[in-house]
C-alpha cells in the first residue's frame, strides 16, 4: 500500500513483513517510557532491596534490555535488527506514585527501533511487576507509550507532551 496505508498487507489483505532491502541504513533512534503504579510501602520495599526476589531494579532494567533483543521473536512481522545501543533505566515516580521505565534504543539499520524500545520497556515493567507481585497485588503497569523516534524516511517526532492520553 501508500506510505500512509498498511504496509503490513499485501495486495489481497494477507499480513506480511515490509520488504526494507532497497532503503538505505541510517541512524535510528527510539525512546519509550511507562510505568507501574504500587504501594508507599512496595516502593519502600524497592529502594531499600527488601523485596525477597532481589534486587528489582536492576535486573528489571536488565530484563528490559533482553526484552528489546527479543522483539523481532515476539511481534511478527517485526524485523530482526543489529541493535547498536539499548539503555533502560527505572527510577522512583512519586507523581504516578510508583516506578517510571524509560528505554532508548539505536540501530544503524533499514528500519526504525520503536518496537524495540516499547518492548524493553514492557519487559522491564513485567519484571517488576512479577519480583514485587507477593508484596502487593494491586499494582498497575501502565501509559507504555513511545516518546521520541529519529532517522529514516519520516525523520524525528517528538511526543507533543509528557503527559500521555488518560
Known sequence: ??????????EKGNP???DVGDKPTTARRAVAEGVIRMSPDTIRAVTEGSVPKGN?????ELAGVMGAKRTADLIPLCHPLPITSIKVAVEVDETVPGL???AEVRVEGRTG???EALTAVSCTLLTIYDMCKALDRTMELGRIR??????????TWTAESETPHE
Request: no cysteine; glycine share 12%.
Open 146 to 155: 513511545l516518546l521520541h523516534k529519529e532517522g529514516g524516511r519520516s525523520g
Open 113 to 115: 527501533v520503536e518496537m
Open 16 to 18: 506480511r513483513m515490509v
Open 56 to 60: 528489582v531494579i536492576t535486573v528489571a
Open 1 to 10: 500500500m501508500t506510505d500512509r496505508g498498511l504496509t503490513h498487507l499485501d
Open 100 to 102: 517510571r521505565a524509560r
